[in-house]
């Protein structure tokens, strides 16, 4: 039982080393775990700092990337609005020139047509004076191998013009 029950003795200078013990931690470690704590304290509140600071930075940055990208789309819409106005107006003007070529062509066909049909029918005017003067040539040989005939037709003939 002595060795659970201590006595006065032991307990005086259990007492008085620990207070010794005390006095060291406090002059010799205290000071420089404190010290060591309170570095750490202050590295880990910089650390804290910065990691806010990045995230702060990181946030301005995705908002920054937010506003490129649509300031990109804005762009890539007005280029993509230009180009497609550009090609309507490239297609519109290739319909008006095609157009115009279309109506030139079309009256060089009705001119190509006028000027054929004329000669066409100048040709016809001139193979029906053809025919009907060589059928007149037949009949009036024909009708006139007489002399005499021919003679008194042609008097007759003569005599009818004048009067008109």
């Known amino acids: 039982m002595e060795l659970v029950l201590p006595q006065f003795g032991l307990f005086f200078w259990s007492a008085i080393i620990f207070l010794i013990f005390l006095w060291l931690l406090s002059k010799y470690a205290w000071k420089p775990l404190l010290s060591a704590l309170d570095a750490r304290e202050?590295?880990?509140?910089?650390?804290?700092?910065?990691?806010?600071?990045?995230?702060?930075?990181?946030?301005?940055?995705?908002?920054?990337?937010?506003?490129?990208?649509m300031e990109a789309a804005r762009e890539r819409e007005e280029l993509?609005?230009?180009?497609?106005?550009?090609?309507?107006?490239?297609?519109?003007?290739?319909?008006?020139?095609?157009?115009?070529?279309?109506?030139?062509?079309?009256?060089?066909?009705?001119?190509?047509i006028q000027q054929q049909r004329d000669r066409l029918m100048m040709e016809m005017r001139q193979y029906a004076v053809n025919l009907s003067l060589q059928i007149a040539r037949h009949i009036l040989e024909e009708h006139f191998r007489d002399e005499e005939k021919a003679r008194a037709y042609a008097e007759k003939l003569a005599t009818e013009i004048r009067l008109n």
């Open 42 to 69: 202050r590295r880990i509140a910089e650390a804290l700092s910065a990691a806010e600071q990045a995230r702060a930075e990181m946030e301005a940055l995705r908002i920054q990337q937010e506003k490129l990208q």
């Open 80 to 112: 993509l609005a230009k180009a497609q106005k550009v090609r309507d107006e490239i297609i519109e003007s290739a319909r008006q020139e095609a157009q115009k070529q279309a109506a030139t062509i079309l009256q060089m066909a009705h001119q190509q």
